[in-house]
């Protein structure tokens, strides 16, 4: 089992960088993959990013391609979503999550942090 934590977000203007963070507890981070999601209020919650075991492949949503980057550091149990040229439409609360499968769909991942608020003024 792993236990999830991010932070990170805030307030920021458009066109602004955010980084979030996502602190895994457990020995056994480097044996998931790990996912962002997102989201927003009245919305479901929805794909930003994903990341393998070995962080060798990333994937992204199409709407935060180039502007997002994803990346993990399996010797800090630690996940990272770099959030670069934010919009508005950005706001959300961001989500990280663990499971063996990974992908882009939320039914493949096992674990969930509390989330942490990303608001993009314009």
């Known amino acids: 089992q792993v236990q999830l934590v991010e932070s990170g977000g805030g307030l920021v203007q458009a066109g602004g960088s955010l980084r979030l963070s996502c602190a895994a507890s457990?020995?056994?981070?480097?044996?998931?993959?790990m996912g962002w999601f997102r989201q927003a209020p009245g919305k479901e919650r929805e794909f930003v990013a994903a990341?393998?075991?070995?962080?060798?492949?990333?994937y992204y949503a199409n709407s935060v391609k180039g502007r997002f980057t994803i990346s993990r550091d399996n010797a800090k149990n630690t996940m990272y979503l770099q959030m670069n040229s934010l919009k508005p439409e950005d706001t959300a609360v961001y989500y990280c999550?663990?499971?063996?499968?990974?992908?882009?769909?939320?039914?493949?991942?096992?674990?969930w942090g509390q989330g942490t608020q990303v608001t993009v003024s314009s």
């Open positions: 990341i393998t075991l070995s962080n060798g492949n990333t």
């Open positions: 457990g020995r056994t981070f480097s044996t998931y993959a």
């Open positions: 999550a663990a499971g063996h499968r990974g992908g882009i769909s939320r039914y493949e991942y096992d674990y």
